[in-house]
């Protein structure tokens, strides 16, 4: 009698390193995203494209935004900085100049002028498949 017995023992090695890839693909997508909305926001002191920052389960990035949008215009209004996401699936994008949110979605007197919406739509592509390549 012939027998064969398989033994797979590192499914949780493997999930593991599926998760930590998926990760840092979150991580690599809200950091293209952030480049690529302060590369299409529109420039007047510079101080709505130096506010924008990425916040991972790692960290956030408010503080040199901060900063960076205080050179441009010292009187630049800033939000209060965005919660830090609970895991590391999550990355938020985000704009620390008050008026960004006039700037993307337009006012009564003021046309929208889209630049974080277009940055995370041009992203979408890559990170599917960034995350059908895990899958695969």
Same mark, same amino acid.
């Given at each position: 009698?012939?027998?064969?017995? !398989?033994?797979? +023992?590192? !499914? ?7 998760? +930590? ?13 952030? *480049?690529?909305?302060? #590369? !299409?926001?529109?420039? *007047? ?26 050179? #441009? ?13 609970? +895991? ?18 337009? @006012? ?7 630049? !974080? ?7 979408? +592509?890559?990170? @599917?498949?960034?995350? @059908?390549?895990?899958?695969?």
């Amino acid at each position: 009698m012939l027998a064969i017995r !398989l033994t797979c +023992d590192r !499914l949780g090695e493997l999930a593991e390193q599926m998760h +930590d890839k998926a990760s840092e693909a979150v991580r690599a997508t809200a950091f293209a995203i952030q *480049d690529r909305a302060q #590369a !299409l926001a529109p420039v *007047d002191t510079g101080a709505l494209r130096n506010s924008h920052y990425a916040a991972t389960r790692q960290g956030s990035g408010y503080g040199d935004a901060a900063q960076a949008a205080a050179r #441009a215009n010292p009187e630049v209004p800033l939000l209060p900085e965005v919660q830090t996401p609970r +895991d590391d699936m999550t990355a938020i994008v985000a704009v620390g100049a008050e008026y960004g949110m006039h700037v993307e979605y337009g @006012t009564k007197r003021q046309p929208p002028r889209p630049y !974080l919406t277009p940055a995370a739509e041009s992203m979408r +592509d890559e990170f @599917t498949q960034a995350m @059908t390549r895990l899958l695969a």
